[in-house]
């Protein structure tokens, strides 16, 4: 079997500057393959004897040297793999095996990409929770493209089996830079992104959340016995940083209810809901899963989705009189608790009805940004999470028992969320030392 090259000319218009591609020819007997490869030479100086460029300052010493390599590497992988079936399909492959290594690993290991993909697929949890991970797999295919179309890194690719420290640092930098590359590469993203959002820079506790996704995916991969890589694991979780809860007192919460709204129908419905999930407590996604078939002898029982894969055990909280009063003012279709609206107009009703009520208590926040505090009114800054936040700090405060509130809120023993809930204020400091007396 013999390997020989030779030059197919480009053309050009500059004869001083004729480039020609590289060509690979296998012959043995009956079987003569040839190929033309991606690798191009100036034809002034290339020497066709050596197959190297001749003494010259006008080539980059770089570039003699990495053509010299390509070569001999390529002359190597073509004898060592022929046999008796070598078609152009094979020695095409030779070539790219050799100029592209990451496509040639990729034949045989699935890309991180791909990985993600069966991570999203096989995934058994909530629907937040979901919807988390296919964020992070199309934020991580925008991180490829990037690289590719605007580094010019033709062929990269990212693989769980070598992926390093460094790489992950890098797509930590690159989604905290990306709201600016947006500005800065307007056609490259208006394609890429799932939908038009506000371009603005993600806090630095979305950041810490992603990553964190980014290491139990990988954790996931090591489990299934995909990859030995550690990395997960000397990169390490971090915990973010919260401020101090806020919520509503009883009697902010009693002002929504006793709320004269008969001139704001669209008010008086969120307010329903709202004041009802100020007395239930549950995550809003188990709200809106509840019917009137969870009213079991005066009390809600549901299972939470998101703990019912690590616990799944049913929660029971007694339906207050005034959670029963608001269920008796509706009588919804398909058996439904409440009217309920999509979680953004929820959102933006609890706002405009805790304005609208006057509800406008100043509240400390953690900028998580720049991890400075700013103040704002409650109005601007509550949510369908606020509901929760009421029900658990407001019990907290007449029962200081983490245990038996845990038991009515859903949260699994230890949970590092729930103690973000609960807050101890001055008035259950003056009644603790009033104890001590």
Same mark, same amino acid.
């Given at each position: 079997?013999?390997? %020989? ?6 053309? %050009?218009?500059?004869?001083? =500057?004729?480039? %020609? ?6 012959? @043995? ?9 991606? &690798? ?10 050596? =197959?190297?460029? #001749? ?12 053509? $010299? ?39 045989? !290991? ?47 690719? +990212? ?23 947006? @500005? ?30 980014? *290491? ?20 390490? *979780? ?13 009697? @902010?919460?009693?002002? +929504?209810?006793? $709320?004269? &709204?008969?001139?704001?129908? #669209? +008010? ?8 009802? !999930? ?22 809600? @029982? ?24 608001? &269920? ?8 439904? =608790? ?10 933006? /009703? ?15 926040? &953690?900028?998580? !940004? /720049? ?17 929760? #936040?009421?029900?658990? /700090?407001?019990?907290? #405060? ?40």
């Amino acid at each position: 079997m013999k390997v %020989s090259i030779y030059l197919k000319k480009q053309a %050009s218009l500059d004869k001083e =500057l004729s480039r %020609s591609n590289l060509c690979f020819r296998v012959r @043995e007997r009956s079987v003569d393959i040839k190929v033309v490869s991606e &690798l191009v030479v100036y034809d002034k100086y290339w020497d066709m004897e050596t =197959l190297q460029y #001749k003494r010259t300052t006008i080539i980059p010493i770089v570039e003699q040297k990495r053509i $010299a390599e390509q070569i001999a590497s390529i002359i190597e992988v073509i004898e060592r793999t022929y046999s008796d079936k070598a078609d152009s399909s094979w020695l095409k492959q030779s070539i790219e095996d050799v100029l592209h290594p990451t496509i040639a690993y990729e034949r045989t !290991h699935p890309s991180l990409l791909k990985r993600i993909k069966e991570y999203a697929e096989k995934f058994e949890g909530t629907d937040g929770a979901r919807q988390a991970i296919l964020r992070f797999e199309r934020q991580m295919k925008r991180y490829h493209d990037y690289h590719r179309e605007i580094l010019g890194e033709q062929d990269f690719t +990212l693989f769980v089996e070598t992926l390093t420290i460094e790489q992950m640092n890098d797509f930590r930098e690159y989604i905290k830079s990306e709201y600016l590359f947006r @500005e800065q590469y307007p056609d490259f993203y208006s394609s890429r992104l799932y939908y038009n959002t506000k371009r603005k820079e993600l806090s630095n506790t979305t950041i810490i959340n992603l990553m964190n996704l980014f *290491c139990v995916f990988l954790h996931w991969c090591k489990k299934m016995q995909y990859s030995n890589n550690d990395v997960f694991e000397r990169y390490g *979780c971090k915990v973010p940083t919260y401020g101090d809860p806020f919520y509503l007192t009883r009697e @902010e919460r009693n002002i +929504l209810y006793d $709320a004269d &709204l008969s001139d704001y129908p #669209k +008010l008086t419905i969120i307010r329903d809901i709202f004041v009802f !999930h100020c007395y239930v407590g549950c995550r809003v996604g188990d709200l809106y899963r509840l019917t009137k078939d969870n009213i079991v002898d005066g009390f809600i @029982e549901y299972t939470p989705q998101k703990t019912k894969k690590c616990l799944a055990k049913t929660v029971r909280v007694p339906l207050h009189d005034k959670a029963k009063k608001i &269920l008796e003012r509706h009588n919804c279709e398909n058996g439904k =608790l409440l009217p309920f609206k999509q979680i953004y107009q929820y959102n933006q /009703g609890i706002r405009e009805l805790l304005k609208h009520c006057g509800i406008d208590r100043m509240v400390t926040l &953690l900028d998580t !940004h /720049g991890y400075q505090t700013v103040q704002k009114p409650l109005y601007e800054v509550a949510s369908s999470h606020t509901a929760r #936040k009421t029900f658990v /700090g407001n019990l907290y #405060k007449q029962v200081p028992d983490p245990n038996l509130i845990a038991s009515m809120s859903g949260h699994v023993d230890g949970s590092r969320a729930f103690a973000r809930y609960r807050n101890i204020d001055d008035d259950m400091k003056r009644r603790l030392v009033e104890m001590i007396n």
